[in-house]
Structure formats: C-alpha cells, structure tokens
C-alpha cells in the first residue's frame, strides 16, 4: 500500500514490501510523483530515494515546499531492486493529512 502524508512534513510511505511472506528491509527503492496531468511534482528532486522503517515499510521524508494538495489524487511510480530481483509500481496515490500524534 501506497501512503503520501502531508503536514509540516510530507512522507511517502510504501508497506507490505516482502519475499515469501518476510519483510524485505535491504531493497533499494526510489519513488517519483506526478500530479494528474503527468507532470513531476514541483519542488522535489526526483526520483527520491525511500528507506526501510522496518517491517517491510519503506519511506520517503518529502521537501516541506511541495506542491501537494489534501485529497487530490497523485500517480507514484515505484522501483525497486534487491539482488536479481526488481520492483516496479504505477498506481495512484491520494494525499491525507499527516495524523495529528505522528
């Protein structure tokens, strides 16, 4: 599953990154952002490096000035590695507000 969360930080957030059922923590993984019109979302170097949070999370801690709106619908596109094996995801992405205790 693919997160964004926006507040005074934004992260993107992908979970459920496993191998037979194991979480994967040493893949390496890059995420960029498009909004609608397939443009690259202003305000970031793209594609942005996500690291392992653990449990097979990976995150991404996006630059304070972007142009990302709450609820508006934004494509990601996700590759991976890890030895042999590769990672690719395109899918929509919907930007919440950051929960108030994180």
């Known amino acids: 599953m693919l997160e964004i969360e926006i507040g005074n930080t934004s992260t993107a957030r992908l979970s459920g990154v496993s ?3 194991t979480p994967v923590e040493d893949a390496n993984i890059s995420i960029t952002l498009y909004d609608r019109a397939g443009v690259e ?13 653990g449990g097979g999370v990976y995150e991404a801690t996006l630059e304070s000035d972007l142009s990302l709106q709450c609820g508006r619908p934004y494509q990601a596109i996700v ?17 919440v507000v950051r929960d108030a205790n994180d």
């Open 41 to 53: 979302v202003v305000g970031q170097g793209w594609p942005t490096q996500m690291l392992s949070v």
């Open 79 to 95: 590759t991976g590695t890890r030895g042999d094996a590769v990672l690719n995801i395109r899918d929509w992405a919907k930007a």
């Open 19 to 21: 191998e037979a059922g």
